[in-house]
């Protein structure tokens, strides 16, 4: 059972030293206690305290890395069911199967095509995180030709698929160097994948019927000391997906049930309706998923997985921003209208996209609202007149327009008055409402 604050106040040495980051030894254990800091961030901890309180210290599910040459794909660490409740920390990472009986060219170019793509989404460039490898043939040459298929053109993170140890290590050999994740230990073969994880240190990926029958397995595996493990334990349609996913997640969460503390790999592609692939990912995400491999890669599905993971996994509480200054839209020339807005993402890419697409010249001058859009910044006094005048005269603005003429966003018109008075050499002018309106307002009222 996890400790609370004051248990873990009582185990940790009361000096207040700061050293932590902490004004005190009480607020690190609140913090330790809501699995927000590590305890090795305190350098005065005994032994003793360390065994009582590591049970504490650890995340309710364990975090897990996939990593290559430059790359990571990583898994857990989660502390909440809901993510309103604090936030999610690790997207899962979405892979994309290729099968070692395909002819490597076929392999080749499904991997360049899946490894090149990527969106950029208010900022963000989103891309796939890996590959899995599986094999089909039971061979392990033809899996290892496959995975060298794959490295040809990518050098993102590889999951290997077997339950042949055989097959495994041949593949192993190609990844010298890299932390792949192994996924095809069960039952049956556990004691071998067991020693292979620990002689390669590689993360392990289970396979189990039941939720029983998959803790009884990682607890074999964890008495070996192989503690990077993934779980797969089944739930292939979307009720069962989601009943398995939600039972796992609020036993390691709720009960801290460390048996069950581990990232879950989900397959969308195994379901006999490939039309329902895209739709199973999209509750893997949501609902609980650490790895999601997925036999298709296209642009059009999963392009909103990528979104929608995005979202999942921004912090509710940290808006995403961008960088206040000056930019550029369309080649603006002296006489080219300023126009203001907030750093908050979505606000600065509607109206930059809007004004973009309409081939009109512009300065955008984005101001810091923390983070906030238009209205919601101007009600929480962070997008007021004295901040605008102050990004104008921050970013000198003035030095690049011939003609001092600012158009303030129309949902803020109540601002044109006061910004008059902060900027008195300067035409104050009030635009429409929505980012939308914006090229039509600039022919005809600029
Ligand atoms: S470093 Fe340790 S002893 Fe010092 S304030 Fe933090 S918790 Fe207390």
Known sequence: MALTGIQIYKLLPQTNCKECGFPTCLAFAMKLAA???ELSACPYVTPEAKTQLAESAAPPIRLVAIKSDGYEAKAGNEVVLFRHEKTF??????????????PAETIKATVAEANAYAVNYVGIDLTVDGFAVASASGDP???????????AASKRPIILMSRDINVVKAGLNVLKGETPLVYGTDIKNWEGFADLAKE????????????AEMAELTEKIKSKGVDDLVIDPGGRDLGAGLAIGTTVRRLAVKKNFRALGFPVITFPGDISDPGMEAIQAAQAITKYA????????????????????????????????????????????PESPVLVTTNFSITYFSVANEVEGSG???????????GMSVLTAWAAGKFDAERIAKAVKGFNIAEKVSRKRIVLPGHVAVLSGELEGELPDWEIRVGPREAVDLPAFMKQAL
Not at 141 to 151: E, G, K
Not at 302 to 321: A, C, F, G, S, W
Not at 364 to 369: I, K, P, R, S
């Open 35 to 37: 699995k927000q800091v």
């Open 200 to 211: 390669s240190k590689v993360s392990l990926g289970l396979i189990a019927g039941t939720l």
């Open 89 to 102: 920390y690790n997207k899962p990472g979405i892979f994309i199967r290729v099968y070692d009986n395909l």
């Open 360 to 370: 009109l010249p512009a300065w955008l001058l984005v101001t810091d609202a923390e």
């Open 141 to 151: 040459n033809a899996f290892s030709a496959a995975i060298q298929a794959v490295r």
């Open 290 to 333: 650490g790895f999601i491999v997925l036999d298709h890669f296209n642009p059009a599905t999963v392009y909103p997985l990528l979104v929608l993971r995005q979202n999942i996994y921004t912090d509710p509480q940290k808006p995403i921003q961008v960088q206040p200054g000056v930019y550029e839209i369309n080649g603006p020339k």
